[in-house]
DNA sequence: AACTAATAACTGACCAGTCAGTTAGTAACA
DNA sequence: TGTTACTAACTGACTGGTCAGTTATTAGTT
């Protein structure tokens, strides 16, 4: 062949990740099923066959994607699980900022809505979600919140629903983008939406004039 | 052939309605790509055959099931858009309750899941849900809540995004029983979730004297 | 009533296309 | 030159969609 430009480069260490990220990006578009492995092959700029030099099974490389979305939100976590001792107000202020931020500048959004998807198909995937990040998360804030409770900050009521119901809005706008916006939804920005969402919900939403 | 036990009956009304239902469970458990057609019409226990005498293609059932999940909420819809005047809690608990009613009796969970998980793959479908459906109904919520702040009931505030703040936690709690639930997670309980939503966020998370 | 003809709802075997996974062989690098 | 990362052609299983034939049902005739 034409000595010039080879026609591949040997690059084993490189491969799994540049294919992880190849996978990525067609399985958020596609979902699992529709997802072929050929495009993604042809993305990671291999052939198909070399996928499987580095994975037994199509599943296989969905959990790979599935599974290292979650490490870079695992800091997130940590950062959380640090037990802030402040004012409540300041925790969720300075939390829900930094997660709109991952939310928009990761594809977490894309991973979150196959995980959904996919989660008859893979339960196990759901599960790994589930035990591994969500629970991790919310159960850290549920913990900050209780003990803000135990503060007096907060009024009674179940921490672990008051944790969902502050990040809900957050992962509804993230499914939303992911879902409607590309048919011409009007688009919702995402860190306003954290911001009055975190106002509203801690200092209430009726004025004090209407308020029972 | 044994004279006691027909091989099949003709029931031409009934067969649409039937597949469909069928079709509903199977895209619901499955998703769209990995539900087969075999398995849908064994469930409606009618041929492979039978189902192309009254739809087109798969992609044609598909569009069936998520349409009439729509009709059963357009009465909501309605109800939201017939502008109730009085207090707007009021307004807020009652539809919340009829809400989350609708969404502990009726399979739209699962139709909701699907619409995001196939997004990408049938956007017209994800349009149909998002104009006919989410559209008006996150139109009438603003549009009460905007009234509510012209009376000055609420605070300043974008009402579309108070809207969202407000039924976020039901998305989410659907999304978490289809797809966290069966593989072990703790429940929400759907109801006692959207009441205390409410009554927070109404009212205020902080305390009297730790508001700001 | 009983028999027959006509209709159309329905079946199930089949086909054609697709795609996950395999492998024989080639090219890159030591 | 030997080793192996990699390619590209290949296979086999699976499934959406088709259609020739079958059977339930109705209408017509005696």
Redesign the interface.
Known sequence: MDAGTPKFRRRKADRPEEIVSAALAVFA???F??AKLDDIARRAGVSKGAVYLYFETKEDVFRAVVERAILPNLSVVKAMAAAHPG???DLLRGLAGHIAGVVETTPIGGVL?????????F??L??V??DEL??HALGAMAEAIRNAQAR????L??P???A??L???L???V??R???V?????P?DLP??MR??ID????????E????
Chains 1, 2 share one sequence.
């Open positions: 578009e596609k979902g099923a529709a004012p409540l107000a809505k196959m995980v959904v998807g996919e989660a008859r198909n339960p196990e759901a599960r979600w589930h969500i629970v007096g900050e907060v009024k009521g179940d672990r629903t008051f969902l119901q990040i809900s809005p992962l509804v706008g499914l939303w992911e879902t409607f590309p048919v011409g939804a009007q919702f306003a939406l009055q969402h509203t919900l801690l200092g209430g939403m009726l004025t004039g209407a308020r029972a």
